[in-house]
């Protein structure tokens, strides 16, 4: 049973000895059965939690030991000591999956300790045999070759391993004049092991992590891949990475507990928030204005519309069903496509441009008001009043407005507010 489900039972079973509608043995006994499975998932995040870090201390101490008088031992003694500690991992690893399949903070300790040990045999040899390569190059290689601890151990730390070391890699070719779009190839290799993983059950530590870790990379590498190509696509790029996300993790974990368990909407959500209070100021339509001098190719063409295309295709179904917050933050790459034809090299665009991302901004915030209230989920309630309080501070302090504008601005900010309370107060059966 999901967890969220599990705590609603457990609050409501008093009230149902109080009304005699359940018998005190019976809720004892529901009680004592839900109430060990909650026990036994935090007992099962600390046995994983200490699992991984006795891997990582055993690796730090292994590195350290390795290190004192490496330079008074010979090249041969160095060669056998730089591969025991990885054929030592891999032995362990085989133990675990023929003994300990089972075992989540088995396979994930083994998992990180044979990524880790991975990394440092192919430095130790590289700095013994003096083996010519650049940072990229080994990256690539700790990335690929960790890459099947992944699936044979069925663990998520070496998939969080494995995706930051494509972020490396990435970062490096960016500022080296690689090739960085290979980091979709290289992204898109965890995607199976994700959805196999999550087939079972999908709020699992497991999922989650590699969900906020995969989210994570996808922002992460957008940047590093796009941005050298395009210097005016970047909002329309990030708008459908953002809102796909969110309508993502809207269809695949909407029955979440917590907000650690929706790492897509959490991100998608907050980029969307992020993104569209930047758009509120000038500078970033200025860039549409000004013509970009780059020579972008075909590939990272087809990357950087990919995201909105996608994201304006799952937004006409979140609109056909009606799923109201799905359609307003779904709606930030029509917004920026908008905003794009009104500022396309015109200066007079600008301002049109950033009063209609105030528009979207403030009907975002009142929106996720709405839905706290209507749902009572004071978090989600909490979430809108963050958005309206950050605009309305925003707008305040902006000098780029001259005091009628944002009087007038303020005015209508405020009439707002005052409808949407009495729409509340209506809603609720209340009187003023």
């Known amino acids: 049973m999901n967890q969220k489900y599990i705590r609603w039972l457990l609050e409501e079973i008093p009230t149902l000895i109080t009304e005699e509608i359940l018998p005190a043995d019976v809720a004892e006994r529901l009680r004592q059965h839900y109430g060990d499975k909650q026990q036994e998932r935090g007992m099962g995040w600390a046995v994983v939690l200490f699992s991984i870090l006795g891997a990582v201390l055993i690796g730090g101490g292994i590195i350290l030991l390795l290190a004192h008088n490496w330079d008074q031992l010979s090249r041969s003694v160095r060669t056998v000591l730089s591969f025991a500690p990885l054929v030592c991992a891999q032995v362990l690893g085989g133990w675990v999956i023929w003994k300990r399949r089972d075992r989540t903070g088995w396979r994930e300790g083994a998992g990180t300790l044979l990524t880790l040990t991975i990394g440092s045999t192919i430095a130790l040899i590289s700095q013994t045999y003096n083996i010519v390569g650049d940072f990229g190059s080994f990256m690539l290689t700790w990335s690929l070759l960790a890459l099947p601890v992944v699936y044979l151990l069925d663990a998520s730390v070496p998939a969080v391993l494995y995706l930051a070391g494509s972020i490396a890699w990435v970062a490096d070719m960016r500022f080296n004049a690689g090739q960085p779009l290979w980091f979709w190839l290289l992204a898109a290799l965890i ?130 069903r009606r799923q109201f917050a799905e359609v307003l933050f779904g709606a930030l790459p029509l917004v920026v496509a908008i905003g794009y034809l009104i500022t396309a090299r015109r200066e007079s665009g600008v301002i049109p441009a950033t009063i209609l991302s105030d528009i979207y901004l403030f009907i975002l915030g009142v929106g996720t008001l709405w839905r706290g209230v209507r749902e009572q989920r004071l978090g989600v309630v909490n979430g809108g009043m963050l958005m309206l309080s950050t605009l309305i501070a925003m707008r305040f302090f902006d000098g780029e407005y001259s005091f009628v504008i944002r009087s007038l601005a303020f005015m209508a900010v405020g009439l707002g507010f005052l409808m949407t309370n009495m729409v509340l107060i209506r809603r609720k059966g209340a009187t003023v």
């Open 191 to 320: 995607v199976p092991s994700l959805w196999l993983t999550s087939r079972v059950n999908r709020y699992r530590m497991r999922p989650v992590l590699m969900s906020w870790a995969l989210a994570l990379a996808i922002c992460i590498g957008a940047g590093f891949t796009l941005t050298r190509d395009f210097g005016e696509i970047w909002m329309l790029t990030y708008a459908g990475i953002f809102a796909v996300l969110y309508l993502l993790g809207e269809r695949w974990f909407a029955d979440a507990a917590n907000w650690w368990q929706r790492p897509f909407q959490t991100l998608g959500a907050c980029g969307v928030f992020g993104l569209s209070l930047l758009l509120t100021f000038r500078w970033p339509w200025h860039e549409v204005v000004v013509p970009w001098h780059g020579n972008p190719t075909a590939a990272p063409l087809a990357i950087a519309v990919l995201w909105p295309i996608a994201a304006i295709t799952l937004w006409l179904t979140s609109l056909r």
